[in-house]
């Protein structure tokens, strides 16, 4: 298996929990978390896309505490 090459979110603050994104070899994207790297979650460009949409117009405001 190749390296890849994880981008840290730029909203991350120093000493925080980050969100790691990389492009696979595949073009899947992988999704990790700095404090447990070893789980990621893989997704294609497209669904991603349409999470963020939906995630940006407040389709998911209701699972906020």
């Given at each position: 298996?190749?390296?890849?090459?994880?981008?840290?979110?730029?909203?991350?603050?120093?000493?925080?929990?980050?969100l790691?994104?990389?492009?696979?070899?595949d073009?899947?994207?992988?999704?990790?978390?700095?404090?447990?790297?070893?789980?990621?979650?893989?997704?294609?460009?497209?669904?991603?896309?349409?999470?963020?949409?939906?995630?940006?117009?407040?389709a998911?405001?209701?699972?906020?505490?």
């Open positions: 298996m190749s390296t890849l090459a994880w981008q840290k979110s730029s909203y991350c603050a120093e000493g925080n929990s980050c790691n994104l990389a492009v696979a070899p073009r899947t994207i992988r999704l990790r978390e700095s404090e447990d790297p070893d789980i990621t979650l893989t997704t294609t460009p497209a669904h991603l896309g349409t999470f963020i949409r939906a995630a940006k117009a407040g998911f405001d209701h699972l906020a505490p």
